[in-house]
């Protein structure tokens, strides 16, 4: 691009009052900088077409996109401190609020973080559920931030498709743990209730309306040519940057490093399923929604290899015996667990009191790695600290990085890619 | 304050043209984009295919000049309450404002959070959502609700509550006194924070704590668990020790953490970085942590050696206070609001549940 020669001219032009007023997370002087040189300082949002809310500081030369600084936080609601004033087991429901549509996942690391306090043996069906269930959400939190990602782009196809089939994922999570959305199922030492054959079964047949139908999403929006050119070669990062700026994820394996979680350190049944770790070279936006249109097939597949194994296992035992608290068994026995917790869940989890130490574990949420580190003092019920790290507030920096040379336009298109949440990454 | 819910009911039933008014803002009620919290995705789907609320004359809308609805979408946080009502004011009356979600009344989970407000206070609400988020039929039929407020000209509550006797349920009528449960929340008076090491059965593990050992001497290297190494050091060294570690191929931050020890008067600042570059270290997450005094809390930046330690770095600050010296943005409140100082800390007490039942607040 050939640099214009720039003309002066001699209007005075003062920054806006609210740069004050608003106390920016802006370096000083960025206003009046920007001002006398031929940049423009943009702000959108905090109120914009996406999904949750950030303010973004666009620094503009002419329409090129200098720098963008952000400012987070508009959904930062305290989860860390509201933690460290409730009982473990209550902390549940509050993990997972940050990103909702994939509650699974996220109760699922805190519960292991637990789990690895407690030194709990986790039976082998209730790791299978958990797992199938960590997939389901994943296929709906990627569908969602497809949704998102044609909001942005103004494809409105695109986004009635992704949520009609998000329609199936809160179908099962309904069927299974009786909510929607917030399922709040994982409790330590396994999950809250058994899944019988005919919910078995329907979550089978689901996946497979959703394998039938993504190939006609994947027609319809995601081989689309306006998506290809919007998205095709815009943000991309290099394999170095993506490295350097901590990126993780799904965004992290668009850019060539094999990372995934699941695979490096295998939680749950990961370790018994096969699967493919998926990888792009590009770094490019649409490389960045490549990758996860093509991790649905995956957990599709590692879904129905769960109902499989499901199916073949006997019912119940779904809480570890080592925290229902039975005695030894007998001679030549299993030791069994519960089947539900039903009943039994103030005495099994109501003063839960973990050793003293630090317990970190990491998940594979569907947008990244999760990481969760448990301080406990070994007197109190209720965490003496809770680090959550979510993978929104990870890629931040990477996101504000690869927009850098890239058009205005593009800001929404590059946000949509990284599936951008504000909730989970303020949390 | 005015009554501005009732005053655009009046301008719409007023005139020789009110039905006119009443039957384009009826079927004509445009949401603006404003999807501040977690509801937002409940409704996406009431937007969506599968429940289609557009059947009903409402649309989710981009810009709130072109829009005559706000749906609040559960916690309104300090830093977002300006926002809202500046979204509000530029909308063209008459507007209306439905509110869902447990968080958007009184708090619901995050009742007694140290970054949030009530919108109600915010804005005039015309309806609310109560859930968890609510369901899509929830918002629907809070927007029909709003259809009949419009038609009819007053509003009626969609649900009818029988009332209670609470002094009979409760057993209390009978002048006998009734003791609140125990609060089932106990926290330690003075705990007390320890890492030990822990001999777990990791042959790499074990050979790079050696290798870690003869590389930072005035360090503590220990295995926590499988996969988690733990240094401990002092302010002094904790840059050479991220140095050292950078040097054997730990190449990003997973996290920084600040815990805070009050009774001992100092933070503890822990730093976990792990690798993607080399496969080896991919699974090991290092962590070493520093001491500092709690009165004037200030460690080296990391941001020169790893760059994703900035956020989180400024994140801390804003939690606890810690100076990072050398990182650029110190000072300036990125994540929290500007009136809130330090809630992270210990002596920073939130509210705490009462488990008696009072009259009425």
């Known amino acids: 691009m050939s640099e214009m020669k720039e003309y002066s001219l001699p209007v005075p032009v003062k920054p806006p009052a609210e740069i004050e007023s608003l106390e920016l997370p802006v370096p000083p002087g960025l206003d009046e900088k920007a001002t006398k040189g031929d940049e423009i300082v943009l702000f959108v949002g905090p109120q914009h077409g996406g999904s949750g809310h950030m303010r973004l500081i666009v620094r503009v030369h002419g329409d090129v996109i200098r720098e963008v600084i952000p400012d987070p936080g508009f959904v930062h609601r305290g989860v860390e401190k509201l933690a460290e004033n409730k009982l473990y087991i209550q902390n549940i429901p509050l993990v997972e609020r940050p990103a909702i549509m994939d509650c699974v996942n996220f109760s699922l ?64 999570l309904m069927r299974v743990a009786g909510a929607r959305i917030t399922a709040s199922y994982v409790v330590p030492g396994g999950v809250r209730r058994d899944v ?15 394998q039938r139908k993504a190939k006609d999403f994947e027609r319809i929006f995601v081989r689309n040519p306006v998506t290809i050119a919007r998205l095709k070669d815009v943000a991309a990062l290099s394999k170095k940057e993506a490295i350097k700026y901590g990126i993780v994820g799904p965004f992290l394996r668009a850019c060539g490093v094999e990372y995934d979680v699941r695979a490096v350190e ?71 667990g519960l089947d539900t917790v039903k009943g039994a869940f103030f ?81 | 304050m005015k009554d501005v819910n009732a005053e655009n009911i009046e301008f719409l039933g007023s005139g020789a043209l009110a039905p006119v008014k009443k039957w384009g803002a009826k079927w004509s009620l445009w949401a603006v984009h404003l999807v501040t919290s977690c509801c937002g995705v409940e409704l996406a789907h009431a937007y969506a295919s599968g429940y289609d609320a557009e059947r009903w004359g409402t649309l989710n809308f981009g810009m709130m000049r072109q829009t005559n609805l706000i749906i609040v979408e559960g916690t309104i946080t300090k830093k977002m309450a300006r926002a809202l009502r500046i979204t509000w004011e530029q909308m063209p009356d008459p507007k209306f404002v439905i509110l869902i979600g447990a968080c958007g009344i009184e708090g619901g989970l995050f009742w007694n959070s140290y970054h949030i407000t009530r919108p109600w206070k915010i ?17 629907i039929s809070a927007v029909r609700a709003l259809q009949k407020k419009i038609e009819r000209g007053e509003a009626r509550t969609t649900v009818d509550f029988k009332e209670a006797d609470l002094a009979k349920i409760l057993g209390t009528e009978a002048g006998k006194e009734r003791k609140p449960p125990k609060p089932p929340l106990k926290i330690a008076e003075k705990p007390e924070i320890k890492i030990e090491p822990k001999e777990v059965d990791w042959e790499f593990g074990n050979q790079l704590v050696d290798k870690l050992r003869g590389k930072i001497p005035y360090a503590e290297v220990f295995t926590t668990n499988v996969n988690r190494i733990y240094i401990k050091t002092n302010a002094k060294f904790y840059k050479k020790v991220a140095k050292a570690l950078e040097s054997e191929g730990f190449d990003h931050v997973k996290s920084i953490n600040v815990i805070d020890v009050l009774h001992e008067n100092k933070f503890i600042v822990e730093c976990s970085v792990s690798s993607y570059s080399v496969k080896e270290l991919m699974p090991v997450i290092v962590t070493f942590a520093a001491e500092i005094d709690r009165n004037n809390p200030r460690i080296p930046s990391l941001t020169d050696i790893w760059l994703s330690a900035d956020y989180q770095e400024r994140e801390m600050h804003d939690f606890f206070g810690v100076w990072f010296e050398g990182n650029p943005n110190m000072g300036q409140k990125f994540l929290i609001a500007p009136e809130v100082e330090t809630p992270l800390r210990k002596d920073f007490k939130l509210e705490e549940p009462s488990y008696v039942l009072e009259e009425s607040k």
């Open chain 1, 109 to 172: 690391g805190y519960v292991r973080a637990i789990e690895q306090a407690m030194d709990i043996e986790v039976p082998e069906r209730a790791k299978y559920i958990r797992t199938m269930l960590a997939e389901i959400c994943r296929i709906g939190t990627h569908f969602y931030d497809a949704g998102i990602l044609s909001v942005f782009l103004g494809h409105t196809t695109g986004f009635m498709w992704p949520f009609a089939l998000r329609e199936l994922a809160c179908e099962v």
């Open chain 2, 123 to 139: 804005v005039p609400v015309d309806y609310f959502v109560p859930g968890c988020p609510p369901t899509p039929e929830g918002l």
């Open chain 1, 266 to 336: 295998p939680y749950d049944a990961y370790d018994e399923l096969t699967w493919d770790v998926i990888v792009a070279d590009e770094g490019d936006s649409y490389s960045r929604f490549l990758v996860r249109v093509n991790e649905i097939q995956q957990s599709i597949s590692i879904i129905k290899q769960c109902v499989k194994a499901l199916k073949d296992m006997p019912q119940g035992n779904i809480v570890s015996a080592d925290i229902a608290g039975k005695k030894k068994a007998k001679e030549g026995e299993e030791k069994r």
């Open chain 1, 196 to 210: 019988d054959n005919s919910t078995l079964n329907y979550i089978y047949e689901a996946t497979t309306y959703i």
């Open chain 1, 347 to 427: 005495r099994l989890f109501g003063r839960l009191t973990l050793p003293a130490g630090e317990y970190t574990t990491l998940t594979e949420a569907a947008r990244g790695t999760l990481l969760y580190t448990i301080v406990s003092d070994g007197k109190s019920n209720a965490p003496y600290r809770l680090r959550v790290v979510t993978p929104g507030w990870c890629y931040l920096k990477g996101f504000m990085e690869s927009l850098k040379g890239c058009r205005v336009a593009d800001l929404q298109a590059v946000y949509g890619s990284f599936g951008y949440f504000p909730p989970e990454a303020d949390r």
